[in-house]
């Protein structure tokens, strides 16, 4: 199984910044669409961006402007930084990926632990 590592989540001040990382590990896949969710309690987990394996980014509307995802295909990495942070912003936020195996046919989701992003203000 494919496993994603998350790190960069912390406390910060409203207005301040903070960037996300997510590292896929194990052989024998290539990577499509990496994206980040963020999920409140209760609540439906939320697309906060993606991109494909071209480059093509998608943003949720609250987030447009503030935030960017990236990643970098060598290190099986993606990344969201995120500026201008806000209260409202205060979630856990995790990373997905999709892959694809060598050997099977389909495509499989994978989840990352997830990380607390909280601003305070």
């Known amino acids: 199984q494919v496993q994603l590592v998350e790190s960069g989540g912390g406390l910060v001040q409203a207005g301040g910044s903070l960037r996300l990382s997510c590292a896929a590990s194990g052989s024998g896949f290539a990577i499509n669409d990496m994206g980040w969710y963020r999920q409140a309690p209760g609540k439906q987990r939320e697309l906060v961006a993606r991109?494909?394996?071209?480059?093509?980014?998608t943003y949720a509307d609250s987030v447009k402007g503030r935030f960017t995802i990236s990643r970098d295909n060598a290190k099986n990495t993606v990344y969201l930084q995120m500026n201008s942070l806000k209260p409202e912003d205060t979630f856990v936020y995790y990373c997905?990926?999709?892959?694809?195996?060598?050997?099977?046919?389909?495509?499989?989701?994978?989840w990352g632990q997830g990380t607390q992003v909280t601003v305070s203000s």
């Open positions: 991109i494909s394996s071209g480059g093509t980014t």
């Open positions: 997905k990926t999709t892959i694809e195996y060598y050997n099977l046919i389909g495509r499989y989701d994978f």
